[in-house]
């Protein structure tokens, strides 16, 4: 099993990145292959909407040259790709918004080329939030359900941590074996 997390928090050693550390450490227990890819530094520029895309077959094929190629090429390894982020204004942070928007050209949906190149991958929110769970959470899990329905990925489910008193939220030994349970959980369903 190969898990790819995508930790797209702007602050690399906080609240999510804090959360992140029982969860990977639970996943190589179990024997997965993980890579762990923090977006803060990257190069990731937003989706020009300009199709070139669509008309490259069989590879990624943005005419953008920037730190989105590698993450591709982490995505295209990957069984399961865990996006863990923060929820800013009901939804994922810049950086992780750009990502989700360049993945426009792994579907080949809308020019010559045709076929998605992620089809049949897995995906998982691993989230931290300031409001309730439902009410922080939400909007950005139902695009992420309609990004995967779209895309023939399946939606395998998310884990949360409400953050009350910062950092410290991350370490309760709730929020760690909650972390741990959503590890084995998608090691469970990523055979």
């Known amino acids: 099993m190969r898990v790819l997390v995508?930790?797209?928090s702007p602050r690399v050693n906080e609240n999510t990145a804090e959360l992140?550390?029982?969860f990977l450490e639970e996943l190589k227990m179990l024997g997965a292959d993980t890579r762990y890819v923090i977006l803060a530094g990257k190069d990731i520029r937003p989706c020009l909407g300009c199709y070139a895309c669509q008309d490259v077959e069989g590879e990624y094929g943005?005419?953008?040259h920037d730190d989105m190629y590698p993450i591709v090429e982490d995505i295209l390894w990957a069984d399961v790709i865990v996006l863990a982020?923060?929820?800013y204004t009901w939804y994922c942070p810049t950086l992780m918004k750009s990502v989700l928007?360049?993945?426009?050209?792994l579907n080949k949906f809308y020019g010559s080329a045709k076929g998605s190149l992620w089809a049949g991958k897995k995906m998982?929110?691993?989230l931290t939030h300031g409001y309730d769970r439902e009410y922080a959470c939400t909007p950005f899990e139902t695009g992420i359900k309609n990004l995967c329905a779209h895309s023939s990925l399946k939606y395998i489910?998310?884990?949360s941590v409400r953050d009350i008193d910062n950092k410290a939220s991350m370490q309760t030994q709730e929020a760690i074996e909650g972390a741990k349970q959503f590890a084995r959980m998608i090691a469970g369903k990523a055979k």
């Open 20 to 22: 992140c550390k029982p």
């Open 62 to 64: 943005c005419i953008q």
């Open 85 to 87: 982020c923060p929820i």
């Open 101 to 105: 928007d360049r993945h426009y050209d």
């Open 157 to 159: 489910g998310m884990y």
């Open 6 to 8: 995508l930790m797209g």
């Open 124 to 126: 998982a929110l691993l």
